[in-house]
């Protein structure tokens, strides 16, 4: 269990917690006002700025790395605020734990619960210090829009709409009810009076937050459900906004890195001398398991890089190969040894039940995965006067700083790490890693002046945290109508969360079961986590059912489904508005599939073809997602449409392979992504309106993509693909 799963499950089962907003214990409050305001400035509900010329500027403990979460995050505050737009900004929320994010702890911990009114407001600090505690500010997991926002924000902006309102009243001696805020203005309807946010925002900021304020009702929205201009996209297109790689300080040096081709090797022993002779290197310094040149520029610090012979260890793993791996998920799959995730039912009475010929089975494989990020890792530090400051797009900002504090011995209060936006991460920057650590030790071994660290394509290929390479089997018996009676899944399981999602079909009796099979090659999150794997292996399995009962796959689905559920009705969506079953052109196939994730249900029908080079083409996605409401429709259909083409990519041609313990791919070259020319000519997103909780939408388009596609390629040829990459099945590789 990660540490802080253990840390805020402790604090659930404690007890005491509740949907309150009540203001934080002062210190925090008070040294949150004072990172972020000036004379006149007032914060409000600890994430809100007003400013005496009605400027709104919303603080945002989330990374903006292209999905848009800045403009979505301060639409739902500015909404319940009743606020002016064109007055509203962002800023992100500095990487310190008066700004831990505890809207994420609640959402984690009560998914969506509510408790007793009698609690609220009662242990609102609980959350807070969870989240500290914990140092909570992760981008990831699609949980911006649906914790950060559902669970805090929304309230944050009603709760000073509230204090706003009182100010007014008070100031004019006038019950509240008698007024009304719009537009960032208070008005008086009878005396005509009126009073802008900005003048009141003092006033308000003596009172304290209100408990659970009220939302208003959707039909009464004027910026949600809107797609509004977005506030990331001027500097993007004029070129202010600044990436890490874009950083530039006085008298800064640059350093490029190489680490141990095998992961977890060491460097045994490098000779300084060939870099030191080139022209603009400073210095060559040694760090455990990597060597760094440092140099004036970055052409020069390449240069002194590749003149370097530096030897290292493989820790043992010299021989692993993606050869050995699979034959080691197949050992997994076949020994007795298994830990249950889910179980309904009896699904060993009914297996033996079924005859033989009702018996369907099947095992998947699924590869590592690169990020492919657009911008190259990188991060900047500068050591200086007993000061350690880092500039860097990390997802988790907060327990960067943190990490930095316990690798570096420094006091917390001398410890700095400004969050920048980032071009690309899909999980690659999720947690803090090794580009940290070294950054911060070049930082010291060049002190006073800054250093920026920049890995080459070649470090950042090799030295990835990929999507785990894992395997899955499934069993499923099925009754004369041809109806499954029963479920028996065992996957792979993985150091990276990886849970055995329940399915959604009304299936009597399920077991889902995971089996270790630990290997040396680093993994992390990569988008979607899990469901990528999960999606694949169920939604093809359940195509291979609805073959063997002789049904059409979609009709095969429904009928699975309950009457009237989410999904069911996003499957039905998806297939209207796809044609189902509609006449197709002579060599394409239609395939469907349908996964639930990170609170919302999507649902993809791929057309495809096979190419004359034996690689999939793909014609036509139709999506149908229900996510609850939308905030920001543009966006949210961008959202989908980019984790489509992403799926697409990694389904027909990503794979990162092992020789000789080391990562085989090292560049685009060897790892070819999908192409503008390669992507579908028609993408239809279909949001499906629903009274349903919000859900996330940065990942849950990936999981039915490589189902849905897979599914099509069997319409289409009669083959089953089972393992990814599928241009690799399709081609018989």
């Known amino acids: ?163 706003l309102i009182k100010a007014a009243a008070q100031r004019w001696q006038v019950p509240e009810q008698d007024l009304v805020a719009a537009g960032s203005v208070v008005s008086h309807a009878a005396s005509g009076r009126t009073a802008r946010y900005g003048e009141l925002a003092g006033d308000a900021a003596k009172f304290s937050v209100p408990a659970s304020p009220a939302f208003k009702a959707r039909k009464d929205y004027k910026i949600i459900g809107h797609s509004v201009p977005r506030l990331d996209i001027p500097a993007k297109v004029t070129g202010a906004m600044q990436y890490g790689i874009d950083l530039q300080l006085p008298d800064m040096l640059v350093a490029t890195v190489k680490a141990a081709p095998v992961h977890g090797g060491k460097l045994v022993s490098v000779d300084p001398a060939p870099a030191m002779k080139i022209k603009g290197v400073e210095r060559v310094v040694r760090l455990d398991d990597a060597v760094a040149v440092v140099a004036r520029g ?180 099925l009754d004369r109508n041809g109806r499954p009676t029963a479920w028996a899944q065992l996957y792979v399981d993985s150091p990276v969360r990886n849970d055995g999602f329940p399915i959604p079909y009304q299936i009597a009796n399920q077991s889902l079961a995971s089996v270790p099979s630990p290997h040396h090659v680093h993994v992390g999150s990569w988008r979607s986590v899990g469901h990528t794997q999960h999606g694949f292996y169920t939604e093809s399995f359940v195509d291979e059912l609805a073959t063997a009962a002789g049904r059409d796959p979609f009709e095969y689905r429904r009928d699975l489904l309950p009457q009237d559920s989410r999904h069911r009705r996003v499957l039905e969506t998806v297939a209207d508005k796809a044609g189902w079953g509609a006449p197709l052109p002579p060599g394409v196939g239609r395939g469907i599939a349908l996964v639930e994730s990170f609170g919302s249900v999507v649902a993809h029908v791929v057309e495809a073809s096979v190419a004359e080079d034996g690689r999939p083409r793909v014609h036509r996605v139709t999506a149908a997602v229900d996510c609850g409401d939308v905030c920001h429709p543009d966006t949210a259909t961008a959202q989908v449409e980019g984790a489509i083409i992403m799926g697409l990519s990694a389904a027909i041609g990503e794979e990162i392979t092992i020789a000789d313990g080391a990562v085989v791919q090292d560049n685009f070259p060897a790892y070819p992504i999908m192409t503008m020319a390669d992507t579908p000519p028609s993408i239809e997103v279909h949001f499906v309106k629903s009274d349903g909780p919000w859900g996330g939408l940065g990942e849950p388009g990936v999981p039915p993509v490589a189902p849905a596609l897979a599914n099509a390629l069997f319409a289409v040829t009669g083959r089953r693909l089972r393992s990814l990459p599928l241009a690799n099945s399709a081609q018989g590789g």
Do not use: C
């Open 298 to 477: 970055y052409w020069q610090a390449s240069l002194g890089l590749a003149a370097l012979s530096p030897v290292f260890s493989n820790g043992g793993n010299g021989a692993v190969s993606s050869q050995s791996l699979q034959a080691q998920h197949e050992r997994a799959l076949a020994g007795k040894e298994s830990q249950s995730v889910h179980n309904a039912g009896d699904v060993d009475a009914a297996l033996k039940k079924a005859s033989a010929k009702n018996i369907v089975e099947a095992t998947y494989r699924v590869p590592f995965l690169h990020h492919a990020a657009m911008e190259p890792i990188n991060a900047t530090a500068q050591f200086k006067d007993g000061k350690l400051t880092v500039w860097a797009g990390e997802q988790d900002a907060l327990l960067s700083k943190i990490s930095l504090v316990e690798w570096s011995g420094l006091n917390a209060a001398d410890v700095t790490l400004i969050a920048l936006p980032v071009g690309g991460s899909f999980g690659r920057r999720a947690r803090p890693g090794e580009r940290l650590r070294q950054v911060m030790r070049l930082a010291m071994a060049m002190a006073p002046r800054p250093v920026k660290m920049i890995w080459s394509r070649e470090e950042d290929f090799t030295q990835g945290i990929y999507r785990p390479a894992l395997a899955s089997r499934i069993r499923a018996a």
């Open 1 to 163: 269990m990660k540490r802080r799963n253990l840390l805020i499950g402790a604090a659930a089962a404690a007890g005491g917690l509740a949907i309150g907003y009540r203001a934080w214990t002062n210190s925090f409050e008070a040294h949150a006002a004072a990172l972020v305001t000036r004379r006149g400035e007032h914060l409000l509900g600890g994430w809100v700025k007003i400013s005496p010329d009605d400027t709104i500027t919303v603080y945002i403990p989330h990374i903006e790395m292209g999905q848009g979460v800045h403009t979505a995050l301060a639409m739902m505050l500015a909404e319940e605020l009743d606020a002016d737009w064109s007055h509203v900004r962002t800023e992100r929320a500095p990487s310190d734990k008066a700004f831990a994010n505890r809207f994420l702890a609640e959402g984690w911990i009560l998914q969506g619960w509510r408790l007793p009114a009698f609690l609220d407001g009662a242990v609102d600090t609980a959350f807070g210090e969870v989240a500290r505690i914990a140092n909570l500010q992760i981008t990831g997991g699609s949980t911006a829009v649906r914790f950060t926002g559902q669970v805090g924000l929304r309230i944050i902006g009603a709760a000073a709409r509230s204090m």
